[in-house]
């Protein structure tokens, strides 16, 4: 081919790209540039042509940020990243930019190309997400997730500061009585009175959540002492107690609190947060109307945590643990049942305890967790799921299965490897495989787990982040992460249909996957409507009561018609 029209060629594949192109000189004047480039800046070619790279800068990044971006770029020949640039217009937007040196004979450099992407749509979806994800919308408070994390944020600034704090559980008592005579209208209304007059309780450094229905949660900022945080807690099961009044009656409820005290009860999160539940568990039990300290419980809990490990134990041996399969099919052919676009299966696990009792994973999988027999029991999970799927695929009727994996299997320091055993050993195609991790799987230690990510699925095995919308929903992460998918959670599935909320996340969720190739899950799906709706999102897969509960691997199989 003529060098002549080898650059017609080239030019073309310019013209046609729908990313920005542009060509510079080592010293960054411009000297080439395509279509989409106008578009994305506003500037016409020639406006463009011979000037210099810098005139799209925005301003809104430091002198350092372009001074590493130079240093990548010399080093390494390539660079990668977010930038703010400026339009013809004035205004700022975000685009995702590629730069690639081009090197003379002698290594200098003779060309940049920078390859760019508007990300503004993607932005604002993540905005809309990370605002509704993190509040609620009654009452406007943080939710479960940014409690979670500003919980995190303390342990941290503790850490350093050596300071002490607490963190409380409020759930209210007889609100359900309220809500079930009165109607759902008059409990939102107390809702909100209720965080009122619990905000009055609180210096304005403490953060108040509401972490579910009727239950709110609070961290007291820098305690001066211990029993500051009993004297909290008492002034607010007071004031809760005090009458309301709803559309002209009168409401009468009260409070419980359990309160768990940094460092005393824990010096992470999770044992803070588990440390509250079991002391509002006790507050309770105890008769309502009361606060309870998280210390003392902790022998009980530990006793019976205990008792189920060894019962597990011993169910592994005998073979009580079972694995339910749950289709997915390809929404634009779901219909109840699974008799079109059947495209995969999720394994759930079940404890079959007695002959036909099935205890569900909700009530066994946080104590494998925290003791560490989840790895045993996980690896149980994978082979057998992998021995289904082979026989499958053996038969001619090859279905993905998609496997849970616990954060704490991460840990376990040779997960590749035993993929990659239970791939060998079955001898299953591992593009039928799909492992499903939760956004606190990986955010523990991202570095890590993505270093581990990247090998399994370089086993052929894909990924997808279970629950997605839950936890820390962020571009940063998705960009990083080796993912195929995102399963977005049932909560948002649920209540797509009954307010604004549910469906935006969804919808913002669905048009972020697809900027960024990732095809989309829907769990929990149980009605047309929802099913109706997250087909016209472009949703890919269903999965939910709608079309079929988890079944047992012979009713699966009979389903598929293999038996
Ligand atoms: P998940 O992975 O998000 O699984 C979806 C859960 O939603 C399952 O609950 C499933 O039975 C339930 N579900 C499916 N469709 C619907 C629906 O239309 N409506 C409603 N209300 N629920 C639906 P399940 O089986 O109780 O499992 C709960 C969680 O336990 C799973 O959530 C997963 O995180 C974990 N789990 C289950 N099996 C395993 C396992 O083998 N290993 C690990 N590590 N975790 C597992
Ligand atoms: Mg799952
Ligand atoms: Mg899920």
Known sequence: MSANSELLIFKKILENTSEAVVITDPDGSILELNEAMSRMTGFEREEMLGRNSRMFKSGRHSHDFYRELWETLTAEGHWEGEIWDRRKDGSVYPKWQTINVVRGESGEAVNYIGVSTDITVIKEAEEKLNHLAYHDPLTGLPNRMLFSDRVEHEVAGARRTGALFAVLY????????????????????????????????????????????????????????????????????????????????????????????????????????????????????????????????????????????????????????????????????????????????????????????FVCPGEFLPVAEDTGFIAPLGDWVLLQACRDAKRWEDAGRPVQVSVNVAPRQFDTGDFERRVAGVLETTGLSPALLKLEVTESGFMRNIGRVTDIMNRIRALGVTFAIDDFGTGYSSMNYLNRLPVDCLKIDQSFVRTMNDGESGAHIVSAIVSMAKAFGLSTAAEGVETFDQLRALQEFGCDLIQGFLISRPVSTEDFERYIGLS
């Open 170 to 357: 409020v759930d209210l008592d007889r609100f359900k009585h309220v809500n079930d005579s009165l109607g759902h209208v008059a409990g939102d209304t107390l809702l909100v009175q209720v965080a009122d007059r619990i905000k009055e309780c609180l210096r304005e450094s403490d953060t108040l959540c509401r972490v579910g229905g009727d239950e709110f949660a609070v961290v007291l900022q820098n305690l001066e002492r211990e029993e500051n945080a009993g004297m909290v807690a008492q002034k607010l099961v007071m004031r809760v107690s005090q009458r309301f009044e709803i559309n002209g009656k009168d409401v009468n409820i009260g409070a419980s609190v359990g309160i768990a005290l940094y460092p005393k009860d824990g010096v992470d999160t999770d044992s803070l947060l588990r440390k509250a539940d079991g002391a509002l568990y006790n507050a309770k039990e105890e008769g309502k109307g009361l606060y309870r300290y998280a210390c003392g419980d902790l022998e009980r809990v530990n006793r019976s945590r205990l008792e189920i490990e060894g019962r597990m134990h011993r169910a592994l041996e005998r073979g009580e643990f079972v694995l339910l399969y749950q289709p997915q099919v390809a929404s634009p052919d779901a219909t109840p049942g699974f008799d079109y676009g059947l495209q995969g299966a999720e394994a759930l696990i079940r404890w079959q305890s007695e002959p036909g009792v």
